[in-house]
């Protein structure tokens, strides 16, 4: 099993860092690419038209690797929501008249499918979970299932739910969306390098992930996946980089009516990212070490003794099988002031997101037993 990789990051040594779901610490090497690519920027005259391209392939190559897919169908982006918008832009309701999100979906992906059934004159269903069920991730799963029928065009999902941690069924969900015709679009921000994905067993049609959380790259860097039933697409933008001539530095006025084929030109504007793409490459090839399966294991090796702590306290955490190791989202005994508890915990240097009476607890490489440990400490006196 995977060590403890704390020595890869620059964290401070006193502070137990339980919120990687909201922004992930740099890698060193990540940070050292970073800095090596501002030097070179002192010197602009060596630079070739190739190295606007390669550093870019490199992170498509790797990205593929992580979730099953040629280097030609990933597509580099600022964002998630301008994923959802390349992708939802392309989608025609036709004859159906219904697009599904979950419950409290990421705002991205939520507002992106709002205005896609705005303006295709068409239903947004919001399935949630049973509200009385204690544990929400089967008859949550069960819902969506039985919700895609042969009247839903679009179906966008988180991989897992970005504040409970619930897993979803991509397998089945994927399967559901094929058998009845609809597209289905994930949001892998939350899991994507954290926990196996792959876009052919999922049957997924477009995967998009912000680059700053599981991916360890640096913010306004996002991945996507945008499979066959978009290669004929209109993208958001006409960038020259995006056409078949773009190597061409010369000929650039010779106007290439084609596209890079596959997902290129989805690609945003200016891809190249000097600065940040040398980070984003070196955060991948370090996850692809790693091996996100590996991590998955560490997470839920780590945070064991917390979900059995909680449950001996009173609190509720989601079952194993629809659980996300890496985020975790439990529910404390109504009696604890979950607030005063957070500013309590900052006090003691743990760091973490707090909702409602739950608490997100998200872990990575760099965390230890003393982290849990700590956080544990802490809840113990507030009883
Ligand atoms: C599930 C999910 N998707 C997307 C994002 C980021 O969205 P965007 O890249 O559009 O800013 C977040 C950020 O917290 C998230 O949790």
Known sequence: MLSCQKEFFNLKPEVHYLNNAYRAPLLKSSEEAGIQSLIK????????PDDFFDGVLEVRMSFGKLVNCRPSEVAVMPSTSYGFTSVLNNIKAGKKKKAIVVKEEFPSGYFSMERW??????????????????????NWNQRIIDAVDENVAVVLISSIHWMSGVKFNLKAIGEKCQKVG????????????AMPMDI??????????AGYKWLLGPYSIALAYIGDKFVNGIPLEESWMNRVNARNFS????????YEPGAGRFNVGETSNFIMMPMLKASLE???????????EYAKQLDLPLRTFIKEIGGEVEEDDFLAFHLISPKLPSYLDVGRLKQK????????????????????VFNTVDDIQKLIEVVKEKL
């Open 41 to 48: 920027q002192r010197n602009p005259f060596d630079l070739k």
């Open 117 to 138: 059934a705005r303006e295709n004159d068409a239903e947004l269903q919001i399935v949630e979970p049973d509200p009385s069920a204690e544990q929400k991730g089967e």
């Open 182 to 193: 609809a597209y289905f679009i994930v949001d892998g921000t939350q899991s994507v390098g």
């Open 200 to 209: 052919k067993e999922f049957r997924i049609d477009a995967l998009v992930c």
């Open 251 to 258: 000929s650039l006025s010779d106007y290439a009516s084609e």
């Open 286 to 296: 370090q996850l692809l070490e790693w091996k996100p399966e590996r991590i998955q």
């Open 345 to 364: 915990l900052e006090e003691n240097q743990v760091f973490l997101s707090a909702r409602g009476n739950n608490l997100r607890i998200s872990v990575n």
